[in-house]
T-cell receptor, first 115, second 110 residues
């Protein structure tokens, strides 16, 4: 079955360490997105990529970095510069043909806790 | 600025009907999505509206008024499994980016 896989489901890190969250999709989607979800807040866009080897900053990109070397993969690195990294991170993808009306397909998320 | 408002939480009874409202103010509009999210899980797509009016899909319906910047999600014959967070999101540019509301936590009681 096609879908988006995020790993791991839970991740714990010490403050000051960089950590990379994995996102892989086999839906043949061109566009991929990273969102952050905090209690009581809507999903906020961190980075997105509409094509391989290209990506753009979202609304809250500071302290994060991404790469898009393969169509299937869009890893997110949470750097030590991110001031409040503890959150639930969601990866999503959509077909590029009509991105404005194509629903996002989400992975099951990674809950990152930094202490 | 971009803004989407929806109630933080609602409670309803099993078998009843509930309406979850969403108002938005965005710089562009290419459609409005509703997603359902159970605790700790991924959001799943429920509906999409781009034209004014009501879209019905089984027990769930979604309404849009572009002139009023308003949408609602109507859930009929509520079941316990409908207890979840319901997210309203607006597509505001051609690139497919969405702005999300904070979500409405719906609790269905027996």
């Amino acid at each position: 079955d096609g879908g988006i896989t995020q790993s791991p489901k839970y991740l714990f890190r010490k403050e000051g360490q960089n950590v990379t969250l994995s996102c892989e999709q086999n839906l043949n989607h061109d566009a991929m997105y990273w969102y952050r979800q905090d209690p009581g807040q809507g999903l906020r866009l961190i980075y997105y990529s509409q094509i391989v080897n290209d990506f753009q900053k979202g609304d809250i990109a500071e302290g994060y970095s991404v790469s898009r070397e393969k169509k299937e993969s869009f890893p997110l690195t949470v750097t030590s510069a991110q001031k409040n990294p503890t959150a639930f991170y969601l990866c999503a993808s959509t077909s590029q043909g009509e991105p404005s009306n194509s629903p996002l397909h989400f992975g099951n998320g990674t809950r990152l806790t930094v202490t | 600025g971009q803004n989407i408002d929806q109630p933080t939480e609602m409670t309803a009874t099993e078998g009843a009907i509930v309406q979850i409202n969403c108002t938005y103010q965005t710089s562009g509009f290419n459609g409005l999505f509703w997603y359902q999210q159970h605790a700790g899980e991924a959001p799943t797509f429920l509906s999409y509206n781009v034209l004014d009016g009501l879209e019905e899909k089984g027990r769930f319906s979604s309404f849009l008024s572009r002139s009023k910047g308003y949408s609602y999600l109507l859930l009929k014959e509520l079941q316990m499994k409908d207890s979840a967070s319901y997210l309203c999101a607006v597509s505001w540019d051609q690139g497919g980016k969405l702005i999300f509301g904070q979500g409405t936590e719906l609790s269905v009681k027996p």
